[in-house]
């Protein structure tokens, strides 16, 4: 495949942190000298007490089977919302940090890093007040407001370990996510406000605990306004308790190790796990990619249109920003309303210059027509950015040409939950972009390209992605369970962080991301596993057993294409599809809704029971000309009942 080549064009190179040679230089000795390099870069924070250890890490591996441990800067001292906010008063007090832009146009706002600060700080002192305190676990269930930061940076402020859950959500997800990290303090708001309808945070939030208990308090924001049920005893509007409190609050003395966060991904088995983030290296991680990926300079205004209940919230909207002392925009919204232009009406009415989307609201607004966009100005744009699922050239190209009017680089920015930050990724005005192609290591970066055995492939080759070496921003362990830690990442090729995905490197040393090679379907940009939707469907009365793989899907990227067996008796009709459909959005939320689901009579198994994915994975792709080897099937003849009645045709 001979990709096209957009070059970094002179302004790049001359205006741009970091060009060709600079990279260059700096990854060469990121890698050979990580000691040094970090030594150097874990500075572009403040710390209280300056590290002399950088670099104290292990993966484990044929030496040292089971012993993975990962610390950094492990004897620093600092703390994240002084990073955020307090060091920045001095200097930019009166700059604005962040621009809320409300789902209603007519709503926007903007706080300055002063008053982020008293907002922080009183929220901090609310928590405080109610027993919140290092080391405590504090869940937030929270819509896309500014609160939502506030609450983030009270709980760093405090040396309290927030696990943030998106807001779409069910009451049952919620429940599992907060007794997972033992929460006793929630913060939501009354409702939550997307596309012009309302999501009833707060009721969600009291039918999680009822389910599980174990919730001491819950501070609700005002958002809405709407009547929300309020048990005296447990629950405090935000607005009534901040009244009684300052806004003098110190930070915490943070050890470099201590935890940060914890947030809950899918992986390919079980219940979502908590990944577990750090303070020191997860911060000069988001950080300097912040500055370095978008290539930030003061008084630029950034907007990252991710959820802070996904990381790259976290990363990209939060974290990386406010420690550069930027200004990141947060939207409330979608791209689609009230109208299909409303990105690029935000572009102009806060004159964005840096944008970071995913794929999938590329692909939504490309098939919505080029008009919504051009007529538009998006003069002030400069940059673009890509992320959460691979992008396909035509959407890369039509996001340069449509969207950028041919002016911006694309940084496609490769990463994952676990990593904490971007990890391959171009430089703007270092690195040449390929379409679909997420380039180049950033820093400290060391990829690798294995076979099924676990060889290393050199030059030109396809295989599974791992990393070879330790980054700051390296996820530290799973929530509670060192040993799924283990598993998960460092089992399947000992000594090297497995990241789950596919990839192929090409003769320029490109890395090309092709998607998960385990049961983690990526929808919309959202991870799912398949295992969650299997369970979810498992739970409804009729149903006896489910597959779940993924499918390609024009707009989301993969779609979810069930196979549902029914208990004996039960007949499958369009009513009980919609009913399952329905089941699983209240089980899990709306982004797990399948899109199409098969009955199966049953379902392909080896002798030894296991369930074929491969063979249920084609014919999802209506690729059933090639099932490959089934001779180990079974019952080969459940396959052409299934390949019959397939739900997706061409
Ligand atoms: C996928 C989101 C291709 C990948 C930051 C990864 C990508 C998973 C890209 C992590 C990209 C993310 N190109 N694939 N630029 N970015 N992915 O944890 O499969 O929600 O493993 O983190 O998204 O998803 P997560």
Redesign the pocket.
């Known amino acids: 495949m001979d990709a096209k080549l957009y070059p970094v064009s002179q302004d790049w190179a001359r205006r741009a942190h970091v060009d060709e040679a600079k990279y260059q230089l700096m990854y060469e000795r990121s890698v050979k000298d990580p000691e040094g390099f970090w030594f150097e870069h874990g500075n572009r924070i403040d710390w209280f007490t300056t590290y002399s250890q950088v670099k104290n890490t292990s993966f484990g591996g044929p030496g040292s089977p089971g012993e993975v441990s990962i610390r950094w800067f492990e004897d620093g001292v600092t703390n994240v919302a002084y990073n955020c906010i307090d060091r920045h008063l001095a200097t930019r007090g009166d700059q604005v940090a962040i621009i809320w832009e409300g789902d209603d146009p007519s709503e926007s706002k903007s706080i300055t890093y002063r008053e982020l600060h008293d907002e922080v700080a009183r929220m901090a002192n609310v928590l405080r007040n109610r027993g919140v305190g290092k080391g405590d676990t504090v869940t937030i269930y929270m819509p896309m407001i500014p609160e939502a930061a506030y609450a983030m940076l009270a709980c760093a402020r405090l040396g309290a370990i927030h696990s943030v859950v998106f807001g779409g959500f069910s009451p049952d997800s919620l429940a599992d996510r907060i007794s997972g990290c033992g929460s006793k303090m929630i913060i939501t708001a009354d409702e939550g406000l997307r596309g012009g309808r309302t999501v009833p945070l707060k009721a969600n939030v009291d039918a999680a605990i009822a389910k599980i208990g174990g919730v001491d308090h819950v501070v609700v924001v005002r958002r809405t306004g709407s009547p929300v049920e309020m048990e005296p005893a447990r629950d405090v509007y935000l607005h009534d308790a901040a009244e009684q409190v300052t806004t003098e609050c110190p930070c915490e003395k943070m050890n470099a190790e201590d935890p940060l966060f914890i947030l809950f991904?899918s992986g390919s088995t079980g219940k979502p796990k908590g990944v577990l983030h750090t303070t020191g290296g997860y911060l000069v991680h988001a950080s300097m990619t912040h500055e370095y990926v978008f290539d930030y300079h003061d008084g630029d205004v950034y907007w990252c249109t991710a959820d802070v209940g996904?990381?790259?919230g976290h990363s990209y909207i939060v974290y990386g920003p406010l420690a550069n002392g930027a200004t990141t925009l947060m939207f409330e919204g979608v791209p689609t309303y009230p109208s299909v232009s409303r990105f690029w009406e935000v572009v102009d009415k806060h004159q964005v210059n840096i944008f970071y989307t995913a794929p999938t609201a590329i692909r939504a607004l490309m098939g919505a027509g080029e008009e919504a966009v051009k007529k538009t100005s998006r003069r002030s744009l400069r940059l673009l950015g890509?992320?959460?699922?691979?992008?396909n050239p035509e959407a890369w190209e039509w996001y340069h040409r449509v969207v950028g009017d041919g002016r911006c680089p694309i940084v496609?920015?490769?990463?994952?939950?676990?990593t904490g930050g971007i990890m391959i990724t171009p430089l703007p005005g270092a690195i040449a972009q390929k379409p679909g192609s997420?380039t180049r290591p950033f820093f400290g970066v060391v990829p690798q390209v294995v076979d099924a055995e676990g060889k290393v492939l050199e030059g030109a080759c396809e295989g599974n992605l791992v990393i070879a070496e330790s980054w700051p921003g390296q996820m530290r362990t799973v929530f509670g369970d060192h040993q799924r830690f283990i598993e998960t990442y460092f089992s399947a090729y000992p000594g090297k962080y497995f990241?789950?995905?596919g990839c192929r490197r090409d003769e320029d040393g490109y890395y090309w991301?092709t998607?998960?090679v385990d049961d983690v379907i990526?929808v919309s940009g959202h991870?799912m596993g398949t295992a969650e939707v299997e369970s979810a469907l498992v739970a409804h009365p009729k149903v006896s057993e489910a597959a779940v793989v993924g499918y390609p899907h024009d707009i989301k990227g993969q779609g979810i294409y069930a196979y549902v067996t029914l208990m004996s008796g039960e007949v499958f009709t369009d009513d009980l599809r919609k009913e399952l459909v329905t089941w699983v959005r209240k089980e899990i939320g709306p982004i797990a809704s399948p899109d199409l689901i098969q009955f199966a009579p049953g379902l392909p198994k080896t002798r030894s029971g296991k369930i074929m994915r491969r063979i249920l994975r084609k014919i999802a792709e209506d690729e059933f000309g090639s099932l490959g080897d089934t001779s180990t099937l079974a019952e080969p003849a459940v396959v052409d009942d299934l390949i019959a009645n397939r739900q997706n045709r061409a």
Do not use: K, L, Y
């Open positions: 991904t996904w990381v790259t890509s992320v959460g699922e691979p992008i496609d920015t490769w990463w994952q939950t676990e997420a990241t789950g995905d991301i998607g998960r990526n991870r």
